[in-house]
């Protein structure tokens, strides 16, 4: 059985301003590394004492991060690092996706005009990005910093579209599933090999909000998600 670990070294004192998200992201930057098993105890402790906080933020951390799946906890024993998503969990989120996202597109798509350019905005920041993985590490490895940018990069893109939908619930939905995709993140430590084929799909979803078309949208959209189901098939397989 794994043992309480630590993993961030020496670390210097964070400043209070925006504590509680700069510890979540360095826990998550822990969680999305390769020093750390599933099954690992985390030990609530040992991490502040690290980050010279208070137990406070590491914990607050550590239940957003129950949120996403990252972690999981048992009653009396505290929180531990969860395995990544089975294959039968992995197909179920995709569906989720294809419902949620599909239909939040078509609601956007009444607002193409405004829309346009905040998703262009936002391609270019996923293009920008995505060029920069390709030289980042030659031996193929990534910083967890970059890869977190990345999938930021890359989750902003979808998150814009919830937005121009203007509807409180559906951005709430997409939360939750944005959080969940975070346990796919934990296959991509080797590198992210499918940045052009996304933004390639984001492209001609841009083109299709342009043409005024909601079903040319969401179909866009959908074959988006159908097309990172597969490449994550193949990831898992691999």
């Known amino acids: 059985m794994s043992e309480p670990m630590s993993p961030f070294g020496t670390s ?64 009396l024993k505290g929180y531990r690092v969860a395995p990544p998503l089975a294959h039968d969990q992995l197909e179920a989120l995709f569906d989720a996706r294809i419902v949620l996202e599909g239909g939040a597109t078509a609601l956007a798509a009444r607002s193409s005009a405004s829309l346009v350019p905040q998703l262009e905005a936002a391609l270019d920041e996923h293009r920008a990005i995505a060029s920069t993985l390709r030289t980042a590490t030659p031996e193929g490895r990534l910083r967890v910093e970059l890869l977190r940018e990345y999938f930021a990069a890359d989750w902003n893109f979808h998150h814009v579209i919830f937005a121009a939908t203007e509807n409180p619930f559906l951005l709430d939905m997409s939360e939750a599933i944005s959080t969940r995709v975070h346990r796919m993140r934990q296959t991509a430590l080797s590198g992210i090999t499918d940045a052009d084929d996304a933004v390639h799909e984001h492209t001609t979803i841009v083109e299709a909000f342009a043409s005024g078309d909601a079903e040319l949208a969401s179909a866009a959209m959908c074959q988006h998600i159908e097309k990172v189901r597969e490449r994550s098939r193949f990831d898992a397989e691999h």
Not at 16 to 38: A, C, H, N, Q, T
């Open 12 to 75: 210097a004192g964070l400043e209070r301003k925006g504590l509680r998200d700069r510890v979540y992201d360095l826990v998550l930057d822990m969680l999305m590394g390769s020093r750390v098993e599933p099954g690992t105890r985390l030990s609530i402790d040992a991490i502040a004492r690290d980050l010279r906080v208070s137990p406070t933020p590491v914990r607050e951390a550590l239940v957003q991060l129950e949120r996403t799946g990252l972690v999981t906890r048992e009653p």
